[in-house]
């Protein structure tokens, strides 16, 4: 068990356009989903915490504006970049965490690779 | 501030073994993370550990030192595909997961 997937695997598009990415969790339900970024060679950056049926928790330096994250069920989180540049080009990674305590594990989807031109 | 230091990147021999060492100095402590990531995918979950001492899963063992603020993942009868990075990761205090660099593990035949 534990399985997060994401939508798309991977999506190339112009600069100034707006990309949706999904998250879910297919066999357990998440109270909570984090969302991460990644540059080459980098560790993972946490962008922001999402709780179902709240707001989400966008850390320092974040645009929450420009990282649209709605977290409508149990399953399902979305993350949309508005207006995409090249600098937002990056590996989007979201992970899920299973069972309603914050030391319980995360379990990561496969990742969005998102390339602006 | 929060730290996490891993090495950066190891070598080692296919069948051999190799410990992957991790410090970290945070606000708090609420357990240690180890997770592998291949290039180009996710992380995946390979072990928790908020009590000291060893937790062995196959071929995979993982240490904590609470008082040293010391961790260490050992792989033995290392294989191909274990390469990849392993990634250290404490919750703090606020129950926010400090993220180490990660460490490129290369294995040679």
């Known amino acids: 068990g534990a399985v997060v997937s994401q939508h798309p695997s991977w999506v190339i598009c112009k600069s100034g356009t707006s990309v949706k990415i999904e998250c879910r969790s297919l066999d357990f339900q998440a109270t909570t989903m984090f969302w991460y970024r990644q540059f080459p060679k980098q560790s993972l950056m946490l962008m922001a915490t999402?709780?179902?049926?709240?707001?989400?928790?966008?850390e320092q330096g974040v645009e929450k504006d420009k990282f649209l994250i709605n977290h409508a069920s149990l399953t399902l989180s979305t993350l949309t970049v508005t207006s995409a540049h090249p600098e937002d080009s990056s590996f989007y990674i979201c992970?899920?965490?299973?069972?309603?305590?914050?030391?319980?594990?995360?379990?990561f989807g496969p990742g969005t690779r998102l390339t602006v031109l | 501030g929060q730290n996490i230091d891993q090495p950066t990147e190891m070598t080692a021999t296919e069948g051999a073994i190799v410990q992957i060492n991790c410090t970290y100095q945070t606000s708090g402590f609420n357990g240690l993370f180890w997770y592998q990531q291949h290039a180009g995918e996710a992380p995946t979950f390979l072990s928790y550990n908020v009590l000291d001492g060893l937790e062995e899963k196959g071929r995979f063992s993982s240490f904590l030192s609470r008082s040293k603020g010391y961790s260490y993942l050992l792989l033995k009868e290392l294989q191909m595909k274990d390469s990849a990075s392993y990634l250290c990761a404490v919750l703090d205090s606020n129950y926010q997961l400090i993220w180490g660099a990660g460490t490129k593990l290369i294995i040679k035949p």
């Open positions: 999402s709780n179902e049926g709240s707001k989400a928790t966008y």
């Open positions: 992970s899920a965490q299973r069972g309603g305590r914050e030391t319980d594990t995360q379990y």
